[in-house]
């Protein structure tokens, strides 16, 4: 009998999943394995583990009620994966591929002396599939973008083939497996792959149209919300853009059209960014750009705690970071927002930021999570030069402009009237009496003088542009 076993990793699904396909080709047996890996289990990143162990329970579920299911192991996986192999006489294994540094040396390593066979699904173009003429990769998003769209997108608004959900599964055999932590998942998040198509379909009905306007806008449910389900691949990136380009056939104006390619667009920036990780690994450990790795960035452990806290004294960075506390999640322009604050207001090292995020996130991607800071800070792969400098009150005014996402995370601030709700510590004697605010005592004066923040970090990365 024929047993192969499909090693789960970051393709928590059973629909439009290639590995778990070629596993059950021919197979009597089917053992559907995740290995809870040292290496990668050490970070504290309680939200997103507890994410991923919730998901692991629903896809146990799925399996099943098709007459399997899922085995769990801890160790090195080489050690489990010989073990397993030894226990079932499995004869082939089947995963999904992964780009990170450690899951290419790991794969690598495991494929010299296992019969494991890679498949794709993290992305919808192989990182290598995307190149410049002569090979090289690509090392800004906009010539990638046309190019990833030019392989991908070559039938107009038509969709990708995807595979639906198998309608059986080869049978288990006898194995033991150990029980997966127990965890408190995420309550904004729940887990699992019913879950994910459901986010999707309700984002493709209706919001995706009005994305371009109010994806920025803090104070309205205007994102997606998927990246933690594409994080683990309980939704795969092919399924996100075949219901975007659906979405793109019944898009009734030209804003509504702009809505789903700008939605498209944030698609292709996190295959951007698996490429740049890909080609470039050492993304993880330094700067892209060699002549900023040498910033002189200040040594300020109770600045840094202050913004991990969210008290800062900018009301629109505290909440961003609140939500991040409470949810494991945060909004793409508020991470902007607080990145930009830490790095140039703080002058801060972004990699503490980068570290932070990635305890921190439910959705935390290294790819993802390293070119965001990266982009912030300037040194990456961006074309445009470091002095982008984000104004934390502007920011706030033009992305929050009532003050209810701030409101609603800094409770402090919440009889603070709007005018004043993104600079409280300019509020006047008389409208701080009438509401019964103090700022300094109520809540924290800003920590940091703006306009004197800017110049310190623009003399600062000139100073290290120049050597």
Sequence with gaps: ???????????????????????????????????????????????????????????????????????????????????????????????????SPYALQRDEHIGRVLPLTLQPGVTVRHPASVAKPDGSPYTVYTPFSKAWKALTLTAGNSTLETLPAPEYLPGSIPLDSESLPEDEPPELFPAGEAEARRRLEHFCEDLIYAYAEDRNRLDLEGTSALSPYLRFGMLSPRQALNAALESRVSAGDPQALKGVDTWINELVWREFYIAILYHFPHVLKTAFNPSLRNVPWRDAPQDLQAWKAGLTGYPVVDAGMRQLAGTGWMHNRARMIVASF??????????????????????????????????????????????????????GIKFDPSGSYVRRWVPELVKVPEKWIHRPWEMPQEAQLAVGFKPGKDYPLPIVDHALARQRVLEAYKRAAKG
């Excluded at 583990?49 to 146990?60: I, P, Q, Y």
């Excluded at 192991?73 to 010989?82: F, K, Q, T």
């Excluded at 991607?365 to 502007?394: E, H, K, S």
Aim: net charge neutral.
């Design 1 to 99: 009998m024929l047993t192969n076993i499909w090693w789960i990793r970051r393709d928590l699904r059973l629909a439009d999943n290639l590995a778990l396909n070629e596993a059950r080709k021919g197979a009597g047996a089917l053992v559907p394995l995740f290995i809870l890996d040292p290496h990668l289990l050490k970070q504290p990143a309680p939200s997103r583990k507890a994410f991923l162990f919730e998901g692991l329970r629903r896809l146990d579920e799925d399996l099943q009620r098709m007459g399997n299911r899922l085995v769990v192991r801890s160790g090195d996986p080489l050690d489990v994966l010989r073990q397993l192999v030894a226990e079932s006489g499995a004869q082939r294994i089947y995963a999904v591929e992964d780009y």
């Design 342 to 395: 830490l790095v140039k207001d703080l002058l801060v090292n972004w990699q503490d930021g980068e570290r932070w995020f990635m305890q921190s996130l439910v959705d935390g991607d290294p790819a993802a999570n390293n070119g965001g800071w990266q982009w912030t800070a300037g040194v990456g792969t961006d074309a445009a030069p470091y002095f982008r400098i984000f104004n934390p009150v502007l920011q």
